[in-house]
Every structure is written in C-alpha cells, then in structure tokens.
C-alpha cells in the first residue's frame, strides 16, 4: 500500500485512499450506523467520491446506492430506508458492497458470513471470490473450516503464540488445521 513505518498516513481515510477496505467482525458496532439510511451509511467510507467542495451529490450516491441494491440482491426499499429497518444478512451485504466499491487492493474481512444464512453467505463468498479475480488480496479471518477451505487459496493459523503455515488450501485438512489452532505442529 506504499506505507512506510514511519509514515504518520495511517488513518482510515488515508488507508483507504491507498487501497485497503475491511469487514468488520462487528457489523452493528463497528460498520453501520443503524439510524442513518443507506445512502449516508455508503458515504461514511465514500463521502470524497460523491462530494465536491464540501457539497454531497446526493442524487449521485443514491442512485449508486440503488445499483449495489439491486446488484446484491439486498432486501430494502430503497437508497432513503433507514439502515435498522433491514435484516442482518442485508446489512452485510451493503457493508460488503460498499467495501468492494473501488476495488481495493487489499480486503480484510473480519468473520464476513458469521451468523447469515445460506444464501447471503453464497453471495458474500462470491462477491469476495470476484474480487480476488479482480486482483484483490483478500485476508480472511474465520473461525469456520469449512468457509476457509472453500474460500481461502492458502491458509495460515495463529494459535499458541505462533503462526503456522502458509500453506495451499488443499492442504489444510481439518486435522492439519486443528492442531495448529491448538499450537502443535501437524502430525
């Protein structure tokens, strides 16, 4: 992302500028704001995009707001209905969506399907595999062995004060991977 340690860029926005994009593991604490509607909740990570001068196109990013709605296939009435009023695998869609929006050049996504249902969860794997064919490094963090072996194309483990692996997806196998979530080396 072209940062130095000693780069005082670090901020969100400026991070974002250079290309990385993250999924929360906490959706209603951390990624939306329930009270605002979809438009607003878009531009809290894309506000420089629809605004000039300090002045937001609002039109603009409801009408962009609309396109990932229908694009998502997301459950809502429209740009203008309040975040609270649509389901949690419907939030997690936009907030994938407006993640993905500029494809990003580095994606961490933080439990992205913990707690949806089939469907969203297909969906959202998908929207993540698109942009990983777009070119997109996506760091996934999961607690869920079936969804890294399906999604990931290497996968590494932290536990006990380690890191194991990298290695290719096709060989994590659940025994692999559940001693080293122990911290033990693979038999």
């Keep these: 992302l072209g940062l130095s ?26 990624a939306i704001a329930e009270g605002m509607d979809l438009t607003a909740n ?3 990570c894309h506000d420089d995009s629809y ?5 937001i196109a609002w039109d603009a990013a409801r009408q962009r707001v609309g396109g990932l709605i229908d694009l998502f296939k997301v459950k809502a009435r429209g740009p203008r209905e309040a975040m609270r009023a649509l389901s949690g695998g419907n939030q997690q869609k936009l ?7 500029g494809a990003p050049k580095v994606l961490v996504a933080a439990h992205p ?14 929207a993540l595999a698109e942009a990983r064919d777009r070119g997109a490094a996506i760091v996934m963090v999961s607690g869920d062995l079936d969804e890294i072996r399906l ?10 004060g380690r890191a194991f692996g990298p290695v290719a997806a096709d ?3 659940p025994d692999r991977l559940g001693a080293w979530m122990a911290g033990q080396e693979a038999a």
């Design 5 to 30: 340690s000693d780069d005082r860029g670090w901020t969100p926005a400026a991070l974002r500028h250079r290309g990385l994009a993250h999924i929360p593991d906490d959706r209603r604490h951390t």
């Design 42 to 44: 878009h531009l809290l």
């Design 51 to 55: 605004s000039q001068r300090g002045i």
């Design 95 to 101: 907030v994938v969506a407006r993640e993905l929006e």
């Design 113 to 126: 399907t913990r707690g949806l249902d089939v469907r969203t969860t297909h969906a959202i794997h998908e």
């Design 151 to 160: 999604v990931a194309d290497r996968v590494m483990v932290l536990g006990g």
């Design 171 to 173: 060989q994590a196998g």
